[in-house]
């Protein structure tokens, strides 16, 4: 039976990392894209997650929305500001101070290089929303857009580890991706890649991360084109280098900044997290369910609920990956076409063109969901990648075989 293929599992996931991230904010997708995709991305991160990317994204690739501080006032900092300077005398500890949106854009030009400025856009750290800049640089090169986001996580949580962790290659096609702890605890990433994975548009995507030990994220994209997305190559390369992107993310000023958000460990009892089943628990059960004619060639997961691996059956590379989702209260599921079976569990298959631009590339996919809610979405693809050339017609596994290794009960032995 055919069906509408389910959503990318990158974007759950990165929705996901937006979640903590900005435990107990609003959202706002013009915001969050000034940002950068990189907040709250690598979170699979496309790349990672999928920022300004990043990735988060973020780009958070095709994820909306800045976060929104509970109880700040609109008005840019200048309330925040007064606030905290005629505070309560009692006062455990000193408040962060403030920067109103002038006063971020002041010090984002100031780590950038000599250039003009114009697209000129900011949010201080008094508004509702999370701090970003963005702006379009002119060092006589060409119009370059670059942006910078900041965030705050919880120490050693997932969403930490996302926003730090380079991506496979066989997701999402780039050139370095470099990561490094450095002396004070921090970690750093380092990405160059590309805003489109299938390449249809040469539009370049340069990111840098940084996540301090208290979890302090500061995000800075670059592209080589004045906008992200929609406006013509007009660079050989984004503006800064590596170097100068390393640089310019772990300048101080920036933790000031992003000190100025809530501290996740502060902020009082939270929602308990909805359940998740680890990543490689899910390769590990993927590559067992697998047909014997399908060797495993490469494979990866993410860190909760996602993995993949690429089989060879001597007749091509064939990528497969799975998402596996305890449901969660008040998801919904196309349950009008799915084809129930004598458990309760239903069915959705689909055979449509690959969706990240691979040049013949089909997606064949099974989608079944249990009746105590856990969603098993497996995909294969008759190619190594999503973003290649097709390398053989078919996917290495028939849809019966997909279907097959959805509704096996070693997935219901994660939970």
């Known amino acids: 039976m055919s069906g509408t293929p389910p959503k990318d599992p990158f974007e759950e996931r990165l929705s996901g990392a937006l979640r903590e991230a900005g435990d107990g904010f609003d959202t706002d997708r013009a915001a969050l894209v000034a940002a950068g995709r990189s907040l709250g991305r690598r ?24 976060l929104v501080l509970p109880g700040a006032g609109p ?14 005398a009692t006062r455990p500890e000193r408040a962060p101070a ?19 400025f114009s697209g000129e856009e900011a949010q201080g750290t008094g508004a509702r929303t999370l701090p970003y800049a963005r702006l379009v640089l002119d060092d006589g090169r060409g119009a370059a857009a670059v942006g910078i986001g900041f965030a ?3 120490p050693g949580s997932a969403g930490v580890r996302e926003a730090t962790r380079c991506p496979d290659r066989a997701l999402t096609p ?20 590309y805003e489109y994975p299938d390449r249809r548009v040469d539009t370049k995507w340069w990111s840098a991360d940084l996540v301090t030990a208290r979890g302090l994220h500061i995000s800075l994209s670059e592209w080589n084109s004045p906008a992200e997305k929609g406006a013509p190559v007009s660079r050989p390369e984004p503006p800064l280098s590596a170097a100068q992107l ?30 998740s089943v680890p990543g490689e628990a899910v390769r590990a059960t993927l ?14 997961a993410q860190e909760t609920e996602f993995a993949h691996v690429v089989v060879y059956d001597g007749r091509g590379r064939s990528l497969v990956q799975v998402n596996v989702q305890p449901r969660t209260p008040g998801d919904r599921w196309e349950e009008g076409a799915a084809e129930p079976l004598p458990d309760g569990s239903l069915v959705l298959t689909s055979r449509a063109p690959g969706e990240k631009g691979g040049p013949g590339v089909v997606q064949w996919t099974a989608d079944t ?46 939970l």
């Open 369 to 414: 969901l249990r009746p105590g809610g856990l969603r098993v979405v497996v995909s294969a693809f008759n190619s190594g990648t999503q973003h290649g050339a097709a390398t053989r017609d078919t996917p290495a596994l028939t849809m019966a075989q997909l279907e097959a290794i959805t509704l096996s009960p070693e997935w219901d032995a994660l």
């Open 246 to 275: 390393r640089k310019a993310v772990t300048a101080g000023v920036w933790r000031r900044v992003a000190d100025t958000l809530p501290d996740p460990a502060k902020q009082g009892t939270r929602p308990p997290a909805p359940p």
């Open 98 to 116: 403030a920067f109103t949106s002038g006063e971020l854009l002041r010090e984002f030009k100031a780590v950038l290089p000599r250039a003009r």
């Open 174 to 193: 780039h050139d370095s991706c470099v990561t490094e702890r450095l002396p004070d605890g921090s970690v750093l990433t380092v990405f160059q890649g």
């Open 43 to 66: 979170a699979a991160l496309r790349r990672r997650a999928g920022i300004l990317g990043g990735a988060a994204g973020i780009a958070l690739i095709g994820v909306g929305g800045a």
């Open 152 to 154: 705050r996580l919880e």
């Open 287 to 300: 590559a067992r369910l697998l047909p014997r004619s399908a060797k495993v060639v490469a494979q990866g």
């Open 75 to 88: 008005d840019d900092g200048a309330a925040h500001r007064a606030s905290a300077a005629a505070g309560p």
